[in-house]
């Protein structure tokens, strides 16, 4: 007897087995299958795929009107679009590949030193910048920039970096020769990750930063694995040590914090098919299907 899947499980049973997959999977299943495409592009297979917490964040947020939208539009709106949270400050945005936060610290959000001494910093407007204003460096003798963000506001069971995303105006001066620090730590750990690199190194030297598809450069700071998105705070530094060198023309527009990689996005995914007992339940109405169709 040749069974069709899409017969024998009701449409909540299929919804709840795609939602274990992933975005491009539920894609890919809608464009072979007719007979998948209406469960795969449902909103209770898409809604799997936001963070839990969407709804809450996207209220508070500059585009609280993004919530009327189907749920596969809202994905790939906060896939391919940040909107601003936190009256601006923060930008938030998800990972294509799986729906993992994102979120960028606007340099407003930083702590920077002697920010508001207008010999030494400028605040300005960019149109390729997501946010109202950057911090631009007028003139200082020692860098000292700090940025940090609550461990429990991103994606747990996932391995996060964190990003300086900057740009350095044509005259600028003061970076070629003297390193600066980018130091990573998590509050109440004894480990961090420590790098010192030149941010303008010569011609004939490798760039170690890379330029982003907004136009704008990053390098990465450190990485970290967020276990259980506690309490905690990770804390995020730009510094010079070396010595008092002047330094003019760094733009910062802030410090993106975003997935990495995807190798432990699956074990959070069959630990909550495990935990919340979808299995069972799956395995429940199979079978109730199943009967109910072969004794037809």
């Known amino acids: 007897m040749d069974i069709v899947i899409t017969k024998v499980l009701p449409d909540d049973c299929m919804s709840l087995i ?6 491009r999977d539920a894609c890919r299943m809608a464009l072979v299958s007719h ?11 898409w809604e799997m795929f936001l963070p839990v917490d969407y709804k809450e964040i996207i209220s508070k947020s500059s585009s609280p009107s993004l919530l009327s ?8 709106s906060l896939c391919y679009h940040s909107i601003l949270i936190d009256n601006g400050a923060m930008s938030f945005q998800l990972d294509k590949e799986n729906g993992k936060k994102c979120y960028m610290l606007g340099a407003s959000a930083l702590s920077i030193k002697w920010e508001d001494t207008p010999e030494y910093w400028s605040w300005t407007s960019l149109p390729e910048s997501r946010f109202s204003e950057v911090a631009k460096l007028k003139k200082v003798g020692r860098l000292d920039v ?30 070629r020769h003297t390193p600066v620090e980018l130091r990573l730590t998590i509050e109440g750990t004894a480990s961090e990750e420590v790098r010192s690199l030149i941010l303008d190194p010569p011609p004939n030297e490798p760039l170690q930063a890379k330029e982003r598809e907004d136009g704008w450069m990053e390098i990465e700071i450190g990485e970290f694995f967020n276990e259980f998105g506690d309490d905690r705070t990770v804390e995020c530094n730009l510094r010079e040590v070396h010595d008092n060198q002047p330094k003019r023309g760094l733009i910062i527009e802030g410090i993106e914090l975003r997935p990495k990689d995807n190798r432990t996005i ?22 109730k299907s199943f009967t109910s169709l072969t004794l037809r």
């Open 69 to 76: 939208l189907a749920k596969k539009d809202l994905y790939f």
């Open 146 to 175: 700090k940025g940090e963000a609550k461990l429990k506001v991103l994606s747990s069971k996932t391995n996060y970096a964190a990003f300086l995303v900057f740009k350095l105006v044509r005259d600028r001066y003061g970076f």
């Open 266 to 287: 699956q074990i959070s995914k069959f630990d909550s098919i495990l935990r919340g007992g979808h299995l069972e339940f799956l395995v429940s109405k199979f079978a």
């Open 35 to 45: 007979a998948f495409r209406s469960v795969a592009d449902s909103d209770a297979v």
């Open 18 to 23: 795609i939602s274990f997959t992933s975005p």
